[in-house]
């Protein structure tokens, strides 16, 4: 058994190593015209050996064969005597041989990945006491194979043996059985396989030793076959032709077929053990029929009495909430129209709320999901006492109620009396969404899907209740517009560059990347409609990585024609915090051949709050890559000076709402003016978005600002004319402030 578990250890490991070959193979060489000359022994079943009819034969015969066919070569197999065989390994005379690797081997053959692991073990009669190690044969004689691993082995060690050489395996057991050594110390699956058939009184008298890959050998002077037999051996690996292999021979390898009465033993016990069994069931079976005849009778009552109460149960609660015990969604329309019906004879005008505790996730964060359902069911108990003609509980802290008319707001839906919970007083909001019931034919799901609606409005809006106006329904064509984008991925997205002047000089220093998609039907869509909309969508992870590769591409063919530019990208926050940014960067640059230096990351002061900390991070590592980071629309949103410092960024763009009236507007004119002042403290480089005129670029250049970005330069043009804009100097003159 410990000879079987080490095989399996041993073979697993080799699998998993094997396995990983194809991940660091060298690059494959091309098939050669001459056959593959094996060599081997003509004795060493079941690896291998000369058959009666003189055909070469066994595991390591197959697999060489294998590994020749997937190279696209023949293969000649030579079985001679072993140490003839490394002779003409060594003199050339052949090109592999599969061996036990060894130091002393690794001399003068190189060795391919193991595809086998072998033990050797210490054979003797039958009658002999058993050896603990190979220490233990000091002082015996011993039978070796000729130029085997084991001879060469204890050549090698301090143990002092009588040896015994055979020309092989065969002959060395023979040596024992005659007399002529007190042991053998021999190959274990060779050796076990030739004992079972051979049925010779010897027996392994110890633990398996010496566990030796089994390698095929390439003389030292053939490192290009050497390479070339390990990529082959690889692929015949990866393909699952080596397992088809190993499992034809597995049952000759591991050979271990039990004795006649070992074959046979366990299905007389077994059999006995069932017979026994068999008659034990007819025992209990006879008893036991007669106990399931008094009970069934029983059974059979309770299980009817169940069953009614159980579906009286189940038809309750398909209708009803089970915290609250309100109707739910389906009962609560139908009781609506049918309350409508009769309301719409007397004339009656009633209105549809949908209530959403306003505080429920925050209750339920700060003290647990169980008194979150507390107050649910307390809230619904009191709207209950309410004497709403309908209502009902709709899950997540959101009731939805029939009253006659608003006065139900001015009186409150709930009473000022406060919820007490284990001496934690809470006081319930609600945000409130209503839609008035038609007098006639009125479509309640409709209606309620009306008052959901004016209570997400209410929601954002930040408001204790709204009326629904058909100016809240979203605009169908979005959602065709975010259903078309998941379908069609990146098909009609191209890209389209703004120039960054330098105000001194008037070169063209960089461009803003940005998106533009001509939609199949609605033909080109403005980025300030689609992009909020995939936002919303969560798609814009698409879009940047997009726009992220079009610019590294972009900026590696700009630089090879001799035109190096650093092209602008602007990220969000998703981009930043929910996906592997600098990976994706980083395989991009790989990919196109681009430098780090010629990619800047745009990124609003907005999307930099959420998570501080990690976004300091991120962006600490795309700098330590090269790529530069700007505060895109600064001054906008969440400004703070703090940013400045706490993020590595090396250029600071003003908001063009601030640039493009500071001529008009001495408020703006300041703001840019002292920003600009602060951002040089700081050795930023200072980006003026929006000038529209000459006189702005003057007042910009005045003020020391170091770039702009506008239309008085150049609006968004597409690729192909980037090259000659980007030669072009922008220089105050007549002619192109009339362009």
């Known amino acids: 058994m410990a000879e079987q578990n080490i095989k399996n250890r041993s073979l697993k490991g080799l699998l998993a190593g094997l396995g990983l070959l194809l991940s660091g193979a060298l690059a494959g060489q091309e098939a050669l015209a001459e056959p593959l000359r094996f060599a081997g022994d003509d004795n060493y079943p079941p690896f291998e050996w000369l058959s009666e009819s003189g055909q070469a034969n066994g595991f390591v015969v197959e697999l060489g064969r294998a590994i020749a066919h997937q190279g696209g070569r023949k293969a000649s197999h030579q079985q001679l005597d072993w140490p003839q065989a490394l002779a003409a390994l060594r003199n050339g005379d052949v090109d592999v041989v599969a061996m036990f690797a060894s130091p002393e081997r690794a001399q003068d053959f190189l060795f391919t990945t193991p595809f086998y692991f072998v033990t050797h073990g210490i054979y003797g009669p039958a009658d002999r006491e058993g050896v603990p190690n190979v220490e ?105 032709r080596y397992y088809d292999i190993y499992e034809r021979w597995r049952e000759e390898i591991e050979w271990n077929r039990p004795g006649y009465w070992q074959r046979y033993a366990g299905w007389l016990v077994l059999g ?22 008094r009970r069934l009778s029983w059974q059979l009552e309770n299980a009817r009495v169940r069953k009614s109460r159980a579906e009286k149960e189940m038809l309750h609660w398909e209708y009803h909430d089970r915290l609250t015990g309100l109707p739910t969604r389906p009962e609560f329309v139908a009781r609506v129209r049918a309350h409508l019906l009769r309301a719409e004879r007397k004339g009656a005008v009633h209105v549809l709320m949908v209530a959403k505790l306003s505080e429920i996730d925050d209750f339920i964060c700060s003290l647990g999901f169980s008194t979150g359902e507390k107050l649910v069911s307390e809230v619904a108990r009191r709207l209950k006492r309410k004497g709403f003609p309908a209502l009902c509980y709709m899950g997540r802290g959101v009731f939805a109620l029939l009253a006659q008319d608003k006065k139900a707001l001015k009186d409150g839906l ?45 929601s954002r809006s930040g408001r204790s209740w709204m009326e629904y106006k058909q100016t809240m329904d979203p605009d169908p064509q979005n959602l065709f517009i975010i259903r078309d984008f998941r379908r069609q991925g990146r098909e009609g997205l191209r890209v389209v560059l703004q120039p960054q002047v330098d105000l001194r000089s008037g070169a063209v220093v960089g461009a803003e990347v940005l998106v533009r998609w001509r939609h199949p039907e609605l033909g080109e869509l403005s980025p300030a409609l689609f992009v909020p909309l995939l936002e919303q969508a969560g798609l814009v992870v698409i879009l940047t990585e997009f726009v992220l590769d079009e610019a590294i591409r972009l900026a590696a063919e700009l630089r090879r024609q001799g035109m190096p530019t650093c092209l602008s990208v602007n990220i969000s926050a998703v981009d930043l915090l929910e996906t592997d940014l600098c990976t994706k960067v980083a395989l991009s640059l790989a990919t196109h051949g681009g430098e780090a230096q010629d990619l800047r990351l745009e990124m609003t002061e907005t999307c930099m709050i959420s998570e501080p900390e990690r976004v300091s991070m991120v962006i600490s590592r795309l700098v330590d890559m090269g790529v530069t980071c700007s505060i895109d629309d600064f001054g906008m949103g969440y400004s703070s000076m703090s940013h400045l410092r706490q993020f590595a960024v090396s250029e600071v763009k003003i908001d063009r709402s601030f640039v493009y009236d500071m001529l008009s507007q001495k408020a703006h004119h300041a703001i840019v003016s002292a920003v600009i002042a602060l951002c040089h403290e700081l050795k930023l480089t200072v980006v003026a978005e929006g000038p529209e005129d000459w006189e702005t670029v003057q007042a910009l250049l005045s003020l020391n600002c170091d770039r702009g970005q506008g239309y008085v330069f150049s609006r968004p043009v597409e690729v192909e004319a980037f090259a000659a804009l980007r030669q072009q100097s922008f220089t105050h003159s007549p002619s192109q402030e009339q362009a």
Request: proline residues 6%; negative net charge; glycine residues 6%.
């Open 136 to 240: 233990a044969l000091q002082g015996h004689r011993v039978a070796l194979e000729d130029g085997g691993y084991a001879a060469d082995a204890l050549q090698a060690s301090e143990i002092e043996i009588i040896a015994v050489i055979r020309d092989d395996y065969r002959s060395a057991l023979q040596a024992v059985l005659d007399g002529q050594a007190d042991f053998a110390l021999l190959p274990q699956p060779v050796t076990n396989r030739t004992l079972a058939r051979e049925y010779l009184p010897l027996r392994l008298l110890g633990p398996p030793v010496w566990p030796r890959p089994y390698v095929f050998a390439v003389s030292r002077q053939q490192p290009e076959l050497h390479a070339w037999l390990q990529q082959q051996l690889g692929l015949v690996v990866s393909s699952g």
């Open 414 to 458: 709930l009473d000022d009396q406060s919820i007490v919970f284990d001496g934690l007083e809470l006081e319930p909001r609600f945000t409130i969404g209503l839609a008035q019931c038609p007098l006639q034919g009125a479509d309640v799901g409709e209606t309620l899907r009306q008052a959901e609606t004016a209570m997400a409005f209410a």
């Open 272 to 293: 006995a053990a069932l017979l026994g069994l068999l008659l034990l069931m007819i025992y209990a079976y006879s008893w036991r029929l007669r106990a399931m005849v």
